[in-house]
Nanobody, 126 residues
Framework: QVQLVESGGGLVQAGGSLRLSCAAS????????MGWFRQAPGKEREFAAA????????YYADSVKGRFTISRDNAKNTVYLQMNSLKPEDTAVYYC???????????????????WGQGTQVTVSS
């Protein structure tokens, strides 16, 4: 059974940084693509970043490119989202996600992911 547990959210001032963690069990993060999505109140869940299973190719939403970095630590079976230069519009619940074996993967599409964590709140004050 795949379980994803996010942590690291919190309240930060604009311009600050946070690092989110996604600890996986029942899944080796180096063997599967992993994604970070976010959902602000009253808005749809949107793509933030993803990392492929081979070669570590990364993908970013235009809104976070240059500020966020996705990475993974295979020894800890954990994926991270380093968020710098945070803005109030980054305020959202952030979710970690991964997909089941064999399914097609479109990094930006929530429907490409089958397993989700419970989310961690990030609040950026102005």
């Amino acid at each position: 059974q795949v379980q994803l547990v996010e942590s690291g959210g919190g309240l930060v001032q604009a311009g600050g940084s946070l690092r989110l963690s996604c600890a996986a069990s029942g899944r080796t993060v180096s063997n599967y693509p992993m994604g970070w999505f976010r959902q602000a109140p009253g808005k749809e869940r949107e793509f933030a970043a993803a990392i492929a299973w081979s070669g570590g190719i990364t993908y970013y939403a235009d809104s976070v490119k240059g500020r966020f970095t996705i990475s993974r630590d295979n020894a800890k079976n954990t994926v991270y989202l380093q968020m710098n230069s945070l803005k109030p519009e980054d305020t959202a619940v952030y979710y970690c996600a991964t997909k089941r074996p064999g399914a097609m993967w479109s990094p930006h599409q929530p429907t490409s992911y089958d397993y989700w964590g419970q989310g961690t709140q990030v609040t950026v004050s102005s």
